[in-house]
């Protein structure tokens, strides 16, 4: 398969929820889409086969090593990556005066550095040619915190650092770097949650429900437009009315 002369989109942790979501959008939309995953080739190949302008990408996006190979092969394949949805990430979940080391490197590596090692291996490329969009997949709970979630909370927050600083260093090369910053969304994430703690949060929620995997594609096509130019270092919550920044 080759792009078509589509623009490329690398969506990590396409595979499934809001990733999958943002794959099937934006191949909707007329990008080429690269669905990358890292456990589940089925649903990122059964997602994938529904399209003709979207190809899987298997690559662990915590390890360096793995994306800088990764993305050097999808590059040479199908030309220079113009989009970029940092989107794959994890949870953890353990109050801090329990949780181990290995919780807190695995979470702050899925979720942080997997963002400079994607980000680190395009940019070169985006710069070269005077286009990209960057956007980073936060969280409600890295601008308002957590219980049991400060490696979550860490890695998310710091990624609003990491956004702006390359928001400015791009902004002249016609780059834009955001961040969106979704509540509480209908995904394998969340499900497993107890459902006395998921009643007491829709309290918290003013539409009272979990927002969709679709209501935050829909965002992310709004901000890979090459129309909307104008808007970098920010951040878009997507949350329900439950907090406003
Ligand atoms: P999800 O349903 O649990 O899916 C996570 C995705 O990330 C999967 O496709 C998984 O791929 C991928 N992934 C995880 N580790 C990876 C790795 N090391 N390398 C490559 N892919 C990896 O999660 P989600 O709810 O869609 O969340 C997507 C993003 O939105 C995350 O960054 C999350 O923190 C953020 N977010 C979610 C919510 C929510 O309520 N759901 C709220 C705020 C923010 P495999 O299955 O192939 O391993």
Redesign the pocket.
């Given at each position: 398969m080759t792009n078509q002369d589509k623009q490329v989109v690398l969506v990590?942790?396409?595979?499934?929820?809001?990733?999958?979501s943002i794959c099937s959008m934006l191949a909707e939309n007329n990008y080429f889409v690269i669905c990358?995953?890292?456990?589940?080739?089925t649903?990122?190949e059964a997602l994938a086969s529904q399209y003709d302008n979207m190809v899987t990408k298997?690559?662990?996006?915590?390890?360096f090593e793995d994306t800088t190979a990764a993305i050097k092969e999808i590059e040479n394949n199908y030309g220079p990556v113009s989009v970029l949805i940092?989107?794959?990430?994890?949870?953890k979940d353990r109050f801090i005066h329990k949780m181990s080391l290995i919780e807190w490197d695995d979470v702050l590596?899925?979720?942080l550095y997997?963002a400079f090692n994607c980000t680190r291996s395009i940019l070169p490329n985006m710069r070269d040619r005077n286009f990209g969009r960057i956007i980073c997949?936060?969280?409600?709970?890295a601008l308002k915190g957590q219980v049991g979630q400060a490696n979550?909370c860490a890695s998310?927050s710091a990624l609003s650092g990491f956004i702006k600083a390359i928001a400015l260093e791009n902004a002249s090369k016609n780059i834009t770097a955001n961040l969106v910053?979704?509540?509480?969304?209908?995904?394998?994430?969340?499900k497993n949650i107890a459902k006395e703690i998921t009643d007491d949060i829709k309290t918290k929620i003013p539409m009272n429900r979990?927002?969709k995997?679709n209501e935050?594609a829909k965002t992310i096509l709004f901000l890979v437009d090459e129309a909307t130019s104008y808007i970098t270092g920010e951040t878009i919550s997507i949350n329900g009315g439950m907090y406003m920044n």
């Open positions: 990590t942790g396409g595979s499934r929820g809001i990733g999958s990358n995953y890292n456990n589940s080739k649903d990122a298997q690559f662990d996006v915590s390890s940092n989107n794959a990430g994890i949870t590596k899925a979720n997997s997949l936060s969280s409600v709970n979550y998310k910053a979704p509540g509480y969304i209908d995904t394998d994430m969340t979990f927002g995997p935050i």
